[in-house]
């Protein structure tokens, strides 16, 4: 299986810091990465695909970018919505793994 | 609007079994592949597997494969998650997702406790 080191943990930011999550899959991907957002007490929701697109309705303060085993997810111009839990997903490879999580709080 | 409402998530004792529902709706439900994920109580997500448009195919993680089976009625817009021997560590809320390359939508969850 591929493994999905994501770090940091968590984090706590203030609002308007820029803020960055990685992810580094234990093998190479080829972009094949997603990044989830989740609210307290809510499912999941997509940012992110193939490493950098942005879905529809997401700010643009969220970006994406890497490549190959490494993998990052900013945020610039941290906003008291974006307090929640981030994960990152690969699905390159069966099974398809995610991240453990980064907890972003605001400071 | 896509919507995803799962249903059927109960207490279960070990070695019991269990089937869940996820509905869909707002979207063709015959042209997506479908996911099950599901989320232990520690906040981990684990992709259980998917099936393909026609449910001709389906893939599963190697921790489930062989207890569970994923099924869907594109008749019905519906997707089922067939859960056998369920053990504790299947406790998790489980995610109807919709697939397209990556997961796009997820439902609301439902609540699955293995417990004697």
């Known amino acids: 299986d591929i493994q999905m080191t994501q770090s940091p943990a968590s984090l706590s930011a203030s609002l308007g810091e820029t803020v960055s999550i990685e992810c580094l899959p234990s093998?190479?991907?080829?972009?094949?990465l997603a990044w989830y957002q989740q609210k307290s007490g809510k499912s999941p929701q997509l940012l992110i695909y193939a490493a950098s697109r942005l879905q529809d309705g997401v700010p643009s303060r969220f970006s994406g970018s890497g490549s190959g085993t490494r993998y990052s997810l900013k945020i610039s111009g941290m906003q008291r919505e974006d307090e929640a839990d981030y994960f990152c997903?690969?699905?390159?490879?069966?099974?398809?793994?995610f991240g453990a999580g980064t907890k972003l709080e605001l400071k | 609007e896509v919507q995803l409402v799962e249903s059927g998530g109960s207490l279960v004792q070990p070695g019991g079994s269990l089937k869940l529902s996820c509905v869909a709706s707002g979207f063709t439900f015959s042209n997506y592949w479908l996911d099950w994920v599901r989320q232990t109580p520690g906040k981990s997500l684990e992709w259980i597997g998917e099936i393909n448009t026609d449910g001709s195919k389906t893939n599963y993680a190697p921790s489930i494969k062989d207890r569970f089976t994923i099924s869907r009625d594109n008749a019905k817009s519906t997707l089922y998650l067939q859960m056998s021997n369920v053990k504790s560590d299947d406790t998790a809320i489980y995610y109807c997702?919709?697939?397209?390359?990556?997961?796009?939508?997820w439902g609301q969850g439902v609540m699955v406790t293995v417990s004697s």
């Open positions: 997702t919709r697939y397209y390359g990556y997961i796009d939508y």
């Open positions: 093998e190479g991907i080829s972009n094949d």
């Open positions: 997903q690969q699905s390159y490879k069966y099974p398809y793994t």
